[in-house]
């Protein structure tokens, strides 16, 4: 395990763990399995701002947005296998042109003028494209969601939007929604990389744990 990725797994360990036995309950289908709820990650609006200002820096400023969510798509499925947690904590859909990061794709396709941490870098869409606004900054990443986000844009940035939307449609993580949107167990991703059943479960208490810590900050 790379340096980066092993700090950064030792830091959700700090985490309070539930009891794994209080845990989701698991039914099989097929190879693979879902689970009655998905796994709750916490969606971090600068984080994802910033992860995209820096994958549209990498592409030179401007880029289709399908193209844009389907990379940080990958970047969070990345991050999410190697260290038991995702870069933007974005909820992962499956919808007709592949996976998608649910606030994302309504952050591109929703938003407004208003300023916020996304329309801070990143500009509205024209002609299906968004482009980068002002000098980028990377303060909310660590260097590990960095290298992660420049990994995946050197492996998948040459590919077209519509390559990117057939080779998400490959991901085992992926159903046809039939034109709706379809909920992504995180824990399938897990499985299909390989990981045990204990692995798994260990990486939805801390998810878990964090959420709930989350939720009981916000009313206190």
Request: proline fraction near 6%; hydrophobic fraction near 45%.
């Amino acid at each position: 395990m790379a340096p980066a990725v092993a700090l950064r797994a030792k830091m959700m360990r700090r985490i309070l763990r539930p009891n794994r036995s209080e845990g989701p309950q698991r039914a099989g289908v097929g190879a693979r399995w879902y689970t009655r709820s998905s796994m709750r990650f916490i969606f971090d609006a600068e984080r994802a701002a910033q992860s995209a200002a820096r994958v549209l820096w990498l592409a030179g400023g401007t880029l289709p947005y399908i193209k844009l969510i389907k990379l940080l798509y990958l970047a969070d499925r990345q991050a999410l296998i190697d260290s038991g947690y995702p870069i933007t904590g974005a909820r992962m859909v499956s919808m007709d042109r592949g996976p998608v990061l649910s606030e994302i794709y309504t952050c591109i396709t929703w938003g407004d003028e208003a300023e916020s941490a996304w329309t801070a870098p990143v500009s509205p869409p024209a002609n299906y494209e968004v482009s980068l606004r002002g000098e980028p900054g990377w303060t909310a990443l660590s260097p590990y969601d960095i290298e992660v986000l420049d990994g995946t844009f050197a492996r998948f940035g040459h590919l077209s939007r519509w390559e990117l939307v057939e080779f998400t449609h490959d991901l085992p993580e992926w159903r046809d929604p039939n034109g709706s949107a379809l909920p992504i167990d995180a824990r399938v991703i897990l499985q299909e990389a390989g990981k045990s059943d204990e692995e798994i479960e260990d990486i939805a208490a801390q998810a878990e744990a964090m959420w709930s810590f989350r939720k009981l900050g916000a009313t206190a």
